[in-house]
């Protein structure tokens, strides 16, 4: 296993919406082949129990309000096992690429000749679509996917394009919403969606503890499950 991976290397891995029966084949050779694997606080438990107990882990999760590494500490962290020798695995929630903060790994990396690669991961956007048994894309009706955060520092407003976000012939993935479901609500319809659009609200999709909600929008933030930790996708 360990030849998949060259000493000295990073691969950044996507570990899926938590299932690991979601884990690509290739994903799971890879965490089997590490010598470290840095992983994300909303990697599955399930996904987490796939590695060796040989395989030294690191928690660099990152959660709201719950920072234990900030950015730059995990980008130091991943580059020092690196030239080490050791075969490094970052194991990010989904996809390594949407909203994973990939990029700034990756140039951390390569500013020291470290290589890098990726491993794509299922989308928790693709997991809550298809446990609500929906189409994201539906000829005629909804012509494109826009994927958004609506994750904010603390005291900073949601800076968002939302007259370019209400469109009605798109479906609308909205990822770390859950603290201001009011303010979606209220700036879509601001921007012209009608207040009857169907939302779908997906909290630990793909998992044991899953819970669908499908409400509309002027309902949205009263119909938002009460605050339990788990991470919530709305798609519009």
Not at 43 to 50: A, K, M, R, T
Not at 72 to 81: E, K, M, P
Request: glycine residues 8%; proline residues 6%; neutral net charge.
């Amino acid at each position: 296993m360990a030849e998949l991976i060259e000493p000295g290397t990073v691969w950044l891995v996507g570990a899926g919406p938590g299932d690991p029966d979601l884990l690509t084949r290739k994903a799971e050779r890879l965490i089997m082949a590490a010598d470290i694997v840095f992983h994300d606080a909303l990697v599955g438990p399930g996904v987490l129990d796939l590695i060796p107990d040989t395989v030294e882990r690191v928690s660099v999760g990152k959660r709201s309000g719950r920072h234990s590494k900030d950015q730059l500490s995990i980008n130091d962290l991943i580059v020092a096992a690196a030239l080490s020798g050791k075969r490094v695995v970052r194991l990010k929630g989904g996809d390594p690429s949407i909203f994973g903060r990939s990029a700034e790994e990756r140039e951390a990396c390569d500013a020291h000749g470290i290589p890098v690669q990726i491993c794509p991961g299922i989308t928790t956007a693709s997991a809550a679509a298809a446990s609500a048994g929906i189409s994201l894309t539906l000829r005629g009706l909804a012509r494109k996917l826009t994927f958004v955060t609506a994750h904010a520092r603390a005291g900073e407003a949601l800076d968002l394009d939302w007259d370019a976000l209400a469109d009605p012939q798109a479906t609308l993935a909205i990822y770390m919403g859950r603290s201001v479901a009011q303010e979606i609500s209220t700036r879509l319809q601001a921007s012209g969606l009608p207040s009857s659009t169907p939302v779908l609200v997906v909290e630990n999709a793909s998992l044991s503890t899953e819970r669908i909600v499908r409400t509309r929008l002027d309902l949205l933030a009263l119909a938002i499950p009460p605050k339990s930790g788990g991470p919530t996708i709305m798609l519009v």
